[in-house]
């Protein structure tokens, strides 16, 4: 028999899940964040520019969107993101924008102007720069994580060598590459 306060515990985990999915999404796992290696000569000027999303772990902010860009462009002082996708229902534009700085190499802090008070932390987990790159964050909340994770690729259609190469990057850092969904890139409207 549960006391008391372990079933309050347990009542405020499932409600804190129910919440966080709810309002973020994402994947939830019992631990504290793992603390995979980055790139550590990332390279801004070589990474800016236009990438698809090729496959995430689900994410409520991209839900009911498909055929998402980021778009990466230096400014005097940051990193500018513009994320774009479209309804799958009404094929109307959604436009999210934010910027990002490099906290440290492979390692930058984004917000949103959405969420301007909010930085989440945007690992370059990998990237060849030309193909793909693998995006990896976490956010501890006491005894769970809350993870998301993206494969982006310069090409809208990659070759499956490509992301075979990206899922491995993945692999390699111990991070869960099953929940990954393919965001569809196909009959995309015109930009």
Do not use: H
């Amino acid at each position: 028999m549960f006391s008391n306060c372990a079933k309050c515990w347990m009542l405020f985990l499932v409600a804190m899940q129910w919440y966080e999915t709810a309002v973020n999404g994402q994947v939830f796992e019992l631990g504290a964040c793992q603390d995979p290696t980055v790139v550590s000569d990332f390279a801004v000027d070589r990474y800016v520019g236009k990438w698809f999303n090729n496959r995430n772990y689900f994410a409520i902010f991209q839900a009911k969107l498909d055929c998402i860009t980021a778009v990466y462009a230096k400014t005097a002082s940051s990193i500018s993101v513009t994320n774009e996708g479209f309804n799958i229902l009404t094929r109307q534009r959604s436009t999210t924008v934010g910027s990002a700085t490099v906290i440290e190499p492979g390692k930058l802090g984004v917000s949103f102007s959405d969420t301007p008070a909010t930085t989440a932390n945007y690992w370059v987990l990998g990237t060849d720069y030309d193909n793909y790159a693998v995006v990896w964050s976490c956010t501890g909340l006491g005894p769970i994580r809350l993870s998301f994770a993206w494969i982006l690729t310069r090409d809208q259609e990659p070759a499956s060598t490509v992301i075979d190469e990206a899922l491995a990057v993945f692999n390699a850092k111990g991070i869960n590459t099953a929940p990954l969904k393919v965001t569809n890139q196909k009959n995309c409207p015109a930009p």
